[in-house]
């Protein structure tokens, strides 16, 4: 039954619920009527329960990106946001607030869901850490509550056993300033750092991280981030 | 058409829909990208309104009250300190029943220095005659804006508003949001047209000594009108809602609350986490729900009243604390009860101050305390996680 349910209800994307029929013969299970003489919260509480409430909360996955001010992490995290949601499903990007410094480690987050995301805390059980700086490895524990099956994507020219890194999850590295001075002519990493998450995770497509990056740099250093990302997405296995 | 941006940016462009004809701020910290946003909308010609930056948030208020008095549709924002340099003037704008909209990005006070999120600068700025409505997330924030200019405006109530979202969870976010359309912001909100207004060629004096024979009566009609926007506040969501297709509830909104046990009471962004804490444990089978106050001022005493009827036990969330008796929300609240027939026991926490994260598991231990409480209240107040180990 539970199937049926799914199959008739559709959820639109800005939170609202929508009805859509499977085939006309089922029709006749649902009336939109029903539905909307329900309260608010019951309608929800249903939705959600027909939705599969314990699937859709294993979908939401929670990215940790370390670097240090001015490496634009919080950047990294607002593009992975802005181009999940146009892959279609929900985003929320934010900073760890501080007191922020040139060179000071800091951390930004990102959640992405196939439904609206609700929760505001931090994100302590990552399933995937980007290391834009591979020295915050000494000064932060940057694997701290990564999930075992998850991923950690660390900025390095070292291989991956010389890290001193405590995880189960899969450690994934890539040179990234290289590809910076490549292609950028500057050590700045964020974007290519997006490359590789890219690659390495699937959670947003290779178009809309360049779309993206397509509407945040304009002309000149709009293409040159552009191929940096593709070198980054090409170098990651 | 949705987008993801930030909130302070979101929240700029819902105040450029409303067409304020003076935008007045202090633009350094403590202060948001907000009006940093009006002042490029200002630039780029986006936006038709006078901006000026200010010495302080004295003057980015005092600036207001000026432009009010001549008939402007006025915008400020600010946060902590600067709302608390403003608090003179606070008074200044409510009694002289000036319409003014400010959004505050919730913040903390120093000392010590923190620039973190909580609600203590809003909150201990209850009494000062201004409405405050708190927001849960950034679409709500944005929404909210047209909102509280209606209210404020509408002639028997012409009190000024602020519409308080929690400072970097809500401002520094990026997420989807629904940006309003100006053209439809200016069919649902009309022009701002001020009975009294002042006018060389017709001289009148706003702001005139009240001595003791009419005093009391200046602040029985800011009280009335508070009392009349319960009403308003409640129409106006339902209005919104009309034409934008939107909602956040109007003086409360309720989750899970119908047939809860044990209901939760909270303010602002901690709303989000708390929903998803409920979902938890109601697949659990706990029985727990949520009220939201979204109105704190005017405090809707019947509406919480109804909703809360039924609880088994409440327990109330907030990110303030008045230092000397517990907090202004659980005190609120517990008032509102204390001459009705509701005899549910009532718990307090003071949690998130100084931007100390609120997680699901905050919200479990929460529930489970209040649960306990059913039994008898073993603690009527308390400070949320405490860290006793480095307390001397």
Not at chain 2, 257 to 278: C, P, Q, W
Request: hydrophobic share 45%; proline share 4%.
């Amino acid at each position: 039954m539970t199937l049926i349910w799914k199959a008739l209800i559709h959820k639109n994307r800005d939170g609202r619920a929508g009805i859509q029929a499977a085939s006309p013969r089922l029709s006749f299970l649902v009336s939109a009527s029903y539905f909307k003489n329900l309260s608010r919260h019951r309608k929800g509480y249903i939705f959600w329960s027909l939705f599969g409430g314990e699937e859709e909360v294993s979908r939401l996955k929670e990215i940790r990106i370390h670097g240090r001010g001015g490496q634009g992490s919080v950047t990294a995290a607002e593009l992975i946001a802005i181009a999940a949601f146009e892959d279609k499903r929900f985003s929320q990007a934010f900073p760890a607030f501080g007191v922020e410094r040139r060179g000071a480690p800091v951390m930004a987050f990102v959640r992405i869901a196939d439904k609206p995301i609700r929760i505001r805390s931090q994100v302590y059980e990552p399933d995937y850490v980007v290391v834009q700086d591979v020295s915050l490895l000494d000064v932060v524990n940057v694997a701290s509550g990564l999930k075992p099956d998850g991923k950690i994507i660390i900025n390095t020219d070292k291989p991956k056993d010389d890290l001193s890194l405590k995880t189960d999850a899969e450690v994934i590295t890539i040179d990234a300033t290289k590809i910076a001075m490549e292609t950028l002519g500057r050590p700045i990493v964020n974007t290519i750092m997006l490359g590789a998450f890219c690659k390495a995770t699937k959670e947003v497509s290779l178009e809309s991280i360049n779309k993206a990056i397509s509407e945040r740099f304009k002309g000149d250093l709009g293409k040159k981030n552009l191929l940096a990302i593709k070198t980054a997405y090409e170098r990651v296995a | 058409m949705m987008k993801v941006v930030e909130g302070s940016y979101a929240v700029a462009h819902a105040a450029m829909c409303c067409s304020p004809d003076v935008v007045s701020a202090y633009p350094i910290t403590p202060q948001t990208h907000i009006v940093e946003h009006l002042s490029q909308m200002v630039a780029d010609g986006e936006l038709d309104a006078e901006f000026l930056t200010v010495d302080s948030e004295f003057s980015a208020l005092s600036v207001l009250v000026g432009a009010s008095a001549m008939g402007a549709r006025c915008y400020s924002s600010t946060t902590s300190q600067g709302l608390a340099l403003m608090y003179e003037v606070l008074y200044n704008v409510s009694g002289l029943r000036m319409p003014v909209v400010m959004t505050v990005a919730n913040r903390a006070l120093g000392a010590p220095l923190n620039i973190w999120n909580d609600q203590q600068d809003s909150v201990g700025a209850r009494d000062v005659g201004w409405l405050q409505l708190y927001v849960e997330n950034v679409q709500e924030a944005v929404d909210t804006t047209p909102q509280a200019y209606k209210i404020a405006e509408d002639m028997g109530i012409l009190t000024p508003i602020m519409v308080c979202m929690d400072g970097f969870i809500l401002t520094h976010v990026y997420e989807p949001v629904e940006l309003l359309d100006k053209e439809k912001v200016a069919g649902f909100l009309p022009a701002f047209k001020p009975e009294y207004v002042l006018d060389p060629a017709n001289p009148k004096t706003i702001g005139a000594f009240a001595d003791p024979s009419t005093y009391t009566e200046f602040r029985y009609l800011q009280f009335d009108a508070q009392q009349k926007a319960l009403a308003k506040i409640e129409a106006v969501a339902k209005e919104f809602q009309e034409t934008f297709g939107r909602t956040f509830g109007g003086l409360i909104d309720t989750y899970q609350a119908e047939d809860a046990e044990i209901v939760l009471v909270t303010m602002g962004s901690v709303i989000g986490t708390i929903k998803d804490a409920i979902d938890e444990m109601r697949a659990e089978g706990i029985k727990v729900g949520l009220v939201k106050v979204r109105s704190y001022r005017p405090f809707p005493v019947q509406a919480l009243r109804k909703a809360l009827k039924d609880a088994g036990v409440i327990a109330v969330i907030e990110k303030d604390v008045s230092i000397g008796n517990e907090a202004g929300l659980v005190t609120d609240l517990k008032a509102a009860f204390y001459n009705s027939k509701i005899r549910t026991p009532i718990i307090g926490f003071t949690a998130g101050l100084g931007g100390r994260d609120i997680t699901v598991k905050d919200i479990r231990k929460i529930t489970e305390k209040a649960s306990a409480a059913r039994k008898g209240i073993e603690s009527e107040f308390e400070f949320l996680d405490l860290r006793t180990e480095i307390l001397p």
